[in-house]
């Protein structure tokens, strides 16, 4: 299994970003696979040496750009699906790296601290944490929780 898993989650378009002139590309979330569709570049691509589309490969992909569409990627969803297998490494006795990386205003707060309403990763595997211990039996294991 490799070490380093990748995942890309695609917000909504803002308010700011639909009144913007030239935000033409089309942003496509597959499981697997982000597609962006240049439509300044003609189907053709007649005399233009740019892709139209141009398709990259992740571990995950989450789309939550349209609440309203089938596949769309809920805080619950990201947790289901990076969470849960986070919590299977922690407590197997590994240590976990999380890491939000995007350029300003992507999502990495919403992702990683959600809201108070619908709360994002951290917050879900605080709870994660304390309800894996609460479940386990014996008391041969002491479990010792830090936040630095
Ligand atoms: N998946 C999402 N669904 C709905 N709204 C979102 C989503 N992701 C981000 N947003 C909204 O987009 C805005 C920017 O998000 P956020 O503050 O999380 O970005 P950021 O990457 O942490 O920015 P910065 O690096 O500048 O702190 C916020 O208003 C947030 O509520």
Sequence with gaps: MANIKVAVRVRPISARELNLTGSEVVIRAEPNEISLTNLKVSSS????????????????CFDSSNPEAKNYATQATIYETLGQSILDVMFSGYNYCLVAYGQSASGKTYTMMGTKE?????????????????QENGYDRIYRVTVR
Excluded: Q
Excluded at 118 to 134: A, H, N, W, Y
């Design 45 to 60: 691509k007649a005399g233009d040496s740019r892709e139209r589309t141009r398709r990259y490969a992740f571990d995950y």
């Design 118 to 134: 619908d709360p994002g990763l951290i917050p879900r595997l605080c709870e994660g944490i304390f309800s894996k211990i609460g």
